[in-house]
């Protein structure tokens, strides 16, 4: 592991403990050579997930974009870096747990969508308006509706 301050690649481990129900492993660091201390994650690979695009075409799974995408819904809402972290945690077991090797990426947005309006109902709509590509207005209006009728 390189230490982010000096690029030093030797460490030691100072406190490992689990992390997102036992999925994970937080481990805090400390370079040996400037003494910076940091903190890494490790994640049990699974195998790999390819995505379907709307367009067909092919992709594998990315951790990284789904979180990337939901952080952007979540922007300046009050919703915890901790919560993110579990919704991307769940969806991907959820994935997972399916036993497909390939899935469709309609399928991943609607495991996102389901987890935001549960979260923040602006998160929520702000992820819909780009997930399902609102043309105009008048459709960001209907799904307003639809939320506030419930």
Known sequence: M???ECGHEEDKVVDSRPHQDGRAVRRRRECLKCGK????FEYIETGSLTIIKTDDRREQFDRNK?????????????????EIDNMVAEIEAELNATGK???ASKAIGELVM???KRVDE????RFASVYRKFADTAEFLEE???ILEK
């Open 122 to 125: 602006i998160a929520y709509v």
């Open 2 to 4: 390189k230490c982010p």
């Open 37 to 40: 201390r940091y903190t890494t």
């Open 114 to 116: 389901a987890r935001l």
């Open 66 to 82: 789904l979180l990337h995408g939901i952080k952007l819904a979540c922007n300046k809402r009050p919703v915890t870096s901790f």
């Open 144 to 146: 307003m509706k639809r």
């Open 101 to 103: 090797s390939e899935i």
